[in-house]
């Protein structure tokens, strides 16, 4: 067998409603409105490459998980799930990977002409996409399978929105023609985004923000409620910029 590196092509490059990775779901079908497009590229010929996918409700994305910042190989990673237990890398799905391949289950909503248009996604825009394939429940699914870890509980989080967010909100889904952004963020901040750092400074009301779309949603948590505080346009995604000094905000007790 010939063990030398094998180049992987990319298919296409996913647009994402999730701008930064910050914010994007950790598993797929955690937030059914986090919408996406793939368009394949021209040398696959899509018009004979994609017919019969149509057909499917499903369709699994092989990605390359593009932004990762690890310099080293980390055998043992930190499941947000198990607070603070290790397991091995991989028992995980965890991006941080010899080879960073991501495998993701998408709801498969139309294919018009080269264009793939998906819901319930968990990748960043401008994700390379290495392959798609159909979902098969007959072959895909395994009803007795046993879930390791993962039967632990995972903590969530209360969402509210103070009364400019909701403002905030109304003037957003007027621009991007959507009505269901309370939905979309109470679905995105009730998995609790925050790493260990935030955490420790959110008893201090540490305003964070994560971009969606055209915006940034800024939000504070306590008493384990995710308080969406505003929507802002036009800043930066630098997150010196966004962090540095944090911004603490007061809610009403």
């Known amino acids: ?17 999730f701008r930064e990775k910050f914010g994007t779901p950790r598993q797929p079908r955690l937030v059914p409105g986090a919408t996406a497009e793939l368009t394949i590229a021209k040398e696959f010929l899509p018009e004979h490459s994609l017919a019969g996918l149509s057909g499917f409700s499903h369709v699994w994305l092989i990605s390359y998980f593009h932004l990762n910042t690890n310099k080293k190989f980390r ?116 998995s609790d985004l925050r790493n260990p750092r935030d955490k420790s400074q959110s008893a201090d009301g540490l305003e964070l923000g994560f971009f969606l779309h055209d915006f940034e949603a800024r939000f504070v948590v306590r008493r384990g409620t995710a308080t969406v505080t505003r929507l802002l346009t036009g800043t930066t995604m630098h997150k010196k910029d966004r962090r540095t000094p944090p911004t603490r905000i007061e809610l009403a007790r």
């Open 75 to 190: 055998p043992k990673v930190h499941p947000p799930r198990l607070r603070g237990e290790t397991i091995g890398l991989f028992a995980s799905r965890s991006p941080h990977r010899p080879t960073p391949l991501g495998l993701s289950l998408a709801r498969l909503v139309s294919v018009d002409g080269a264009t793939l248009k998906l819901s319930g996604i968990d990748l960043v825009d401008g994700t390379p996409i290495l392959d798609v394939k159909p979902y098969i429940p007959d072959w895909d699914s395994v009803p007795d399978a046993a879930s390791g870890w993962t039967s632990a509980p995972f903590p969530t989080l209360k969402v509210a929105f103070a009364p400019r967010a909701r403002r905030d909100m109304a003037a957003a889904e007027k621009r991007l023609k959507r009505t269901d952004l309370e939905t979309l963020l109470s679905d995105i901040l009730r």
């Open 1 to 17: 067998m010939d063990t030398r590196a094998q180049p992987l092509k990319i298919v296409g490059i996913l647009r994402s409603c």
